[in-house]
């Protein structure tokens, strides 16, 4: 998968999970007021949907910007 289609579903899952209509890949959860706790779940139960990976809690909660979240994304894909 190329890193522009991990962008592009990346980008689908925030905007559907915090419900908005233009995000920017560099933000973090202080910069989207609508990323709480629950929303966190969301996002997380979305990602490992979508990329058909498994999570571990450690990367859940150091999951706290979205170029984090992609390099997680990235690091378990060339895993997988």
């Known amino acids: 998968m190329s890193n522009n289609e991990i962008d592009l579903k990346l980008e689908k899952l925030l905007k559907e999970t915090f419900e908005i209509e233009k995000i920017d890949l ?21 990602i490992e949907d979508e990329f058909k990976i498994k999570l571990e809690y450690t990367d859940t909660t150091e999951m706290t910007s979205i170029p984090i979240i992609k390099s997680k994304i990235l690091k378990l894909l060339d895993n997988g």
């Open 26 to 46: 560099n933000l973090s959860m202080d910069d989207i007021p609508e990323w709480d706790s629950f929303k966190h779940i969301e996002l997380i139960i979305s």
